[in-house]
């Protein structure tokens, strides 16, 4: 263990096991560590570096908003959040926008707008129908809301007003909605549960389901937002319209930001009833900006998805070869491959030695997601890397 790694031990609550490495700089798919070892990186801040690390244009657009104007409070108006929300809601389905600064944040405000609507068109209905493997959170209420006993165990009793359901099967969304039910919540393809898929119709079901009950649809996209599946959105994949969409990850490449979307009928909020300090932060948003516009004018989403088949492809082809992979699932650069034993970590590690860097999701599964930008020459280096990692575990 190196200086800063035990520095890190002696002043940091115990929350998270990382890897042995102190990662110094970024540039594009790659990073360098303090003794200046070089990585491929296919786990982009866990889904964040949408446009790969220090990306020029998110470089320069910091910069130049840091040296004009870094933070005022709401009570203002402000450019930098006015045209990052003009040009997402030019691109969504969606009507309305309100920024804060992380994933979970996103999703606690887009309760409170369902609760909101609840009152005031559902007679107070105030539940939120989730489902188990789900993924939406750390809050206390977002652990309520993530269907996974992990998660939840250590902090019971939980948040009322949420319940947890089979994913994948409208029937228990059915069964378990009430006159108490002001929304359901979903990510439209589950990522830290698994990167599960959903079934053909199971996302056009629930949108049908509320509609017939009058329920807001809320899509958690801050995982598949941004291009990450192949489309700006996951949405647009599945022929149906949220009513309310939270996005945050990878929408400004690496800066903290979290966004809340809704349409105009589900946009019930009054002044005072939400806010947050540096929700909209200039430079945040300034960074968010310069992230979208670079997406769509670039065709960043066709690239995950061209880059993702064949990234698939291929994995499907490493499957033929080693029986030890029971399965390879995803959608444009949200990739899962899954073991029959629980080799995930050393995996992980020897993939680290050889200058990789891939997620463990489960003990038995690896998740690499990737920079949306990368290219062909850095999909096969990376699985040249797994090849000769999956040969010296097999032999
Ligand atoms: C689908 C989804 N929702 C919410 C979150 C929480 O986001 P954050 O960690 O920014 O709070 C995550 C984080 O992994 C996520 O994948």
Known sequence: MNQWQELEHRYFMNTVERLPVTLVRGEGARVWDEDGREYLD???????NSLGHCHPVVVDAIVEQAHTLIQTSNQFYTIPQIRLAELLLQHSCLDKVFFCNSGAEANEGAVKLARRYGKRHLDGAYEVITTMDSFHGRTLAMVAATGQPKFQQPYVPLTAGFVNVEYNNIDTIKAATTSQTCAIMLEPLQGEGGINLPDDNYLAAVRAWCDQMGILFILDEIQTGMGRIGTLFAYEQYSIEPDIMTLAKGLASGIPIGTILAKDSASVFVPGEHGSTFGGNPVACAAGYATLKFIIDNDIAGNARRMGQYFITALQRLKQKFQLITEVRGCGL???????????????????????????LKPNTLRFMPPLIIDKGEVDEALGILDKVLSTIVS
């Not at 296919?42 to 964040?48: I, L, Q």
């Open 42 to 48: 296919f786990v982009a801040g866990w889904a964040v």
């Open 334 to 360: 949200l990739i899962a491959m899954e073991f029959s034993s629980d080799i995930a970590s050393s995996v992980v590690k020897a993939c680290l030695d050889r200058g990789l860097l891939v997620n463990r």
